[in-house]
């Protein structure tokens, strides 16, 4: 059964969306986005969601998130983000949950964002199958590195099998008589 179930087009404005109690026997799913189209606005917080299954759960669902997800105390997969679910973290979102599971895709509002550890996300991401894209920023793009979700500079340039980041470090390389290729 779900604590909180939502289905549709619905955009959520202000306040916050609150779950919290015990989920001993483990068949309690907590906030469930499925089968619709979702805008969050406002901020969710499941907390004591302690059986195996997702506390917050995307299935089916395409969500723009411009808000916080806060999540403890928790079991299962805390943040999961289903195969056929697509997620947008506008530049405001903050997600803060144990982890992020799923094989969805995963969108990042990158813009005036630099390359590293994606921030606003903190959470680990190991358990992310799925694919990540970057929006509004041409110049970086999203890989799950030790765990986490980080921004890595996309490369200007390839040798051979080899990868630049700048064109300087490609055209050092190609004076070695390496074929530059664009």
């Known amino acids: ?13 202000g306040g916050t969306l609150e ?25 969710v917080v499941v907390t004591g969601n302690t059986g195996t299954y997702a506390p917050i759960h995307f299935t089916d669902a395409t969500a723009t998130i411009n ?4 999540q403890t105390n928790s079991g299962g997969e805390p ?3 289903g195969e056929n679910s697509v997620v ?17 895709k995963l969108i990042i509002d990158a813009k005036d964002v630099e390359a590293g550890e994606y921030t606003k996300v903190k959470c680990g991401a190991s358990g992310f199958t799925g694919t990540l894209e970057v929006i509004n920023n041409d110049r970086l793009e999203a890989k799950i ?15 051979g099998e ?11 390389a190609a004076q070695n008589d390496e074929e530059l290729m664009e």
Not at 1 to 13: Q, V
Not at 67 to 70: G, K, P, V, Y
Request: with cysteine; hydrophobic share 40%.
């Open 67 to 70: 808000s916080s997800i806060t």
């Open 19 to 43: 779950l919290s109690g015990g989920n001993n026997s483990g068949k309690l799913w907590g906030c469930v986005f499925q089968e619709g189209t979702f805008v969050l606005n406002t901020d």
């Open 162 to 172: 080899t990868t630049y980041a700048t064109l300087a470090e490609a055209v050092a």
């Open 88 to 104: 947008t973290l506008g530049k405001d979102a903050l997600i803060n949950v144990l982890s992020v599971h799923g094989a969805g």
């Open 145 to 159: 590195g030790n765990g986490k979700i980080v921004l890595v500079a996309k490369p200007v340039a390839q040798i």
């Open 79 to 81: 943040l999961y983000i």
């Open 1 to 13: 059964s779900y604590g909180l179930e939502f289905n549709g087009k619905t955009t959520f404005n």
